[in-house]
Every structure is written in structure tokens, then in C-alpha cells.
């Protein structure tokens, strides 16, 4: 992906069209800490996830009415996504294009000879390091001041009409704060805990492989296990990384339905669809992010799965419906020309 963001500098390409309905920027209370999504959020600092992701049953994954059995149709799903009445352009398989052909899945498959928490923390780092990149864009402010994200334009931190995702202040409570703001905020946090050499260790001396049991017996180990233990990483380690990879999907989530006309406008909607996929792919493979995590951007997972982006087999495949991708490609002509 050397070459992802060649485009940035791209000219303009078209005119954009109305943007999002405005409202006053309220009061900005003191913001602390990290957490969650809207309709709830947790007392302490940092999110409590299982350190693996639990496969769906048959029923949750086919979208299975488990009162009566009944499996709603593609149009009943498509509803209950609660879209708007006029799609988000990215949903149409013509803007759902990449810049690169192939299986993005090999890109995050952990090599044989890798300790899971060496992979798990390279991941984190390459991933931030493209989204970085698109958050610099909407982000950064021009020399008059004026930045893409702006508290006008984005009131509030969202993915669509039915998502909102909040912060903690300094009483740990969940407040709505301008998607700018909160942007700041995530670029803080994530960029303060790779920084961190107790979080994510640097010495060379600590680096670990892992053990092939074709030649080697693993060596015993005292005490409770966890991911990155023989690599030096600290017990928290698997939990930080699922925060910060969920805050990264979130906002992922407000690029597209915020900002992908922006991006389309500077010729880098291929750019974000590659690198949001292959995250998307990381973040299944290796149970970063579970399926309730996935929800403001379902309807583009069950896309890409049925345009054959998310190879079958994958975590991303499973847990996509593939009907609604179906027709979500019917609705828009047909699959597109390569």
C-alpha cells in the first residue's frame, strides 16, 4: 500500500452537493477519557471486551427471527438498517471500488514465525498510520481557519442518523462533543498509548517469535497467560488494542457517512475503501472488533462480501448478509464495470 495516498494533492473533480443540515456548536465540556457509543456507556476509563471474538450462531448470521423461526427477506434487512430514504453514495457498488486487485486477507493473516502480540501490535501501528492520513484531511484547518470537519457541519460525533458515539468528561460521563473535537481527542489517545513503552515496548531484546511445534517444544510458563506475554506486552495489552481499534472503525464510520463525498471530490474514495477493508479484515481475523461493533457499516460489509472483497471463509464473509449485498448491487445497475 506504498502507494495509497499518491492522490492526496488531487485537484477537485466536480462540485459537491448540499451538505449536512447545520446546528449552533454548544458549550464543549472538559473531556478526559475514553468510551463509547451511544445508548450506553461503561463507569470505568477503559472498555471491558473478551480478548476473542465469539463466532455468531446460524441463526444471528442469517438474520433468523428466533421467536418463529422466519428468515426476513433481503428487503426487511435492508429496511432494518434504518438507512435513509436516499442511499449514502458509498453503498453504490460504482463508488465501492479499490485502488488494488487481490486479497487483502493475506495482509493480515499472522505469519507462522510471528508471536500473536509482535503481529497483533504491528497491526495497530500500520493501521493508524493510514488512518491517520484521512483524518489530517477533514481535520487540519486551512490557512483561513476552516477545516472540511467542522462543528457546524458535524454537531455531533455520528455514522448516520441512528449512531452517535460519545466521550467522558472529567465526572466519567458520557457527552456529545463536536466530531472535531472528538477527532482530537482519538488522535491523543491512540497516538499517546503507541507512545507508550509500557504499552507497546520497543526494546529489540524483548522481541519473541513463535514457537513450531514441528521442531521445538514450548517452553513452560508460570502464572496466568495472555496474548503478548513472551513478547513483554502487559496483561492489558489484547483490551487497549480492541479500544483502539474500535475507536479507529468509529471513525471510519464518520468518514463515509460524513466525508466520502469529500474524499470522493479529492479522487481518494479507492484510498479509504482499501484501507477500510483491509482493516476490516484485521479486525475480524483477529477478534478486535465484535459484530455489535461493526453496525453503522454493515450494509457496506454485506456489500464488498457479495462483490467478492471478503473472500468466503473470513470472519468479515460470516458475518455479512449476503442478499442484502445482492441487492444493494441490483439496486444500483448491476455489479460494476472492472
Not at 465469539?54 to 422466519?70: K, Q, R, T, V
Not at 513463535?210 to 496483561?235: H, V, Y
Not at 468466503?312 to 455479512?320: M, N, S, V, W
Request: aromatic share 10%.
Amino acid at each position: 500500500m506504498s502507494n495509497l495516498f499518491s492522490g492526496i494533492n488531487a485537484r477537485f473533480r466536480g462540485h459537491k452537493g448540499p451538505t449536512s443540515p447545520t446546528s449552533p456548536q454548544t458549550s464543549l465540556p472538559s473531556i478526559h477519557s475514553l468510551e463509547t457509543s451511544s445508548g450506553y456507556s461503561s463507569p470505568t476509563l477503559s472498555v471491558k471486551l473478551p480478548p476473542i471474538q465469539n463466532s455468531p450462531s446460524l441463526a444471528e448470521s442469517i438474520g433468523m427471527d428466533p421467536n418463529n423461526g422466519s428468515i426476513p427477506s433481503a428487503e426487511e434487512v435492508l429496511a432494518s438498517y434504518h438507512l435513509p430514504q436516499v442511499k449514502p453514495q458509498w453503498l453504490n457498488c460504482n463508488y465501492g471500488k479499490h485502488i488494488v486487485k487481490g486479497n487483502f486477507l493475506t495482509l493480515s493473516a499472522k505469519p507462522k514465525t510471528v508471536e500473536m502480540g509482535e503481529w497483533i501490535a504491528h497491526q495497530v501501528v500500520d493501521h493508524w498510520r493510514m488512518l491517520i492520513t484521512f483524518i489530517k484531511l477533514v481535520h487540519d484547518r486551512e490557512e483561513d481557519g476552516s477545516s472540511i470537519c467542522n462543528a457546524r457541519k458535524c454537531p455531533k460525533m455520528s455514522a448516520g442518523a441512528s449512531h452517535s458515539f460519545t466521550w467522558l468528561n472529567s465526572r466519567l460521563q458520557p457527552v456529545e462533543i463536536p466530531a472535531y473535537e472528538y477527532l482530537s481527542l482519538v488522535q491523543r489517545y491512540i497516538s499517546g498509548k503507541i507512545d507508550d513503552g509500557n504499552l507497546f515496548p520497543t526494546d529489540p531484546a524483548g522481541v519473541s517469535f513463535a514457537d513450531n511445534p514441528a521442531f521445538c517444544t514450548p517452553l513452560p510458563e508460570s502464572g496466568p497467560d495472555w496474548i503478548g506475554k513472551r513478547s513483554g506486552f502487559p496483561q492489558n495489552f489484547m483490551e487497549t488494542c480492541q479500544t483502539i481499534f474500535r475507536q479507529m472503525f468509529r471513525v471510519y464510520a464518520h468518514l463515509y457517512w460524513s466525508h466520502f463525498e469529500d474524499m470522493f471530490c479529492l479522487n481518494l474514495e479507492k484510498s479509504m475503501n482499501s484501507c477500510f477493508s483491509h482493516f476490516i479484515l484485521t479486525a475480524t481475523t483477529l477478534g478486535l472488533l465484535k459484530k455489535s461493533d461493526l453496525e453503522p457499516m454493515q450494509p457496506l460489509i454485506d456489500l464488498w462480501a457479495a462483490l467478492g472483497t471478503f473472500p468466503q471463509g473470513c470472519k468479515a464473509y460470516e458475518i455479512a448478509n449476503i442478499s442484502v449485498g445482492h441487492l444493494l448491487i441490483q439496486k444500483a445497475g448491476g455489479p460494476p464495470s472492472s
